[in-house]
């Protein structure tokens, strides 16, 4: 499974469709609530894409909860904002974990999915 968290409909179906185009079944949720128990109830996650910027928790938490159950799960962070956000150089030292900065192409998307699922 490859989950795709964002609050902005327009980008999560955006997302949806580049990730489609690769082969892959995408499940979308459009909050870190909703990413949470997305992935309490479903099967093995193959990569977690999300947006770091949302109401209530942010992407850096969720990425920090999903790999509690999947150690080495890779991590796509997409944000409009600069990759120097707190706590995101962190993760950006960890292995598997890429940074896209919005607004990104298809062929951005596809290239970053194809490295960290490969």
Do not use: N
Request: glycine content about 6%; overall charge negative; charged content about 25%.
């Amino acid at each position: 499974m490859i989950l795709i968290v964002d609050d902005e409909p327009a980008v999560l179906a955006y997302m949806e469709i580049c990730v489609r185009q690769l082969g892959l079944t995408p499940v979308k949720a459009d909050s870190v609530h909703d990413a949470i128990g997305k992935l309490q109830s479903s099967g093995p996650l193959r990569l977690l894409i999300t947006d770091i910027s949302m109401p209530g928790h942010d992407g850096l938490y969720l990425a920090e909860q999903a790999r509690k159950r999947t150690p080495d799960l890779p991590v796509l962070f997409v944000s409009g904002h600069a990759p120097d956000l707190p706590g995101l150089s962190d993760w950006l030292d960890r292995s598997r974990v890429r940074f896209l900065k919005k607004p990104f192409s298809a062929e951005e998307i596809r290239l970053e999915v194809e490295r960290l699922i490969a």
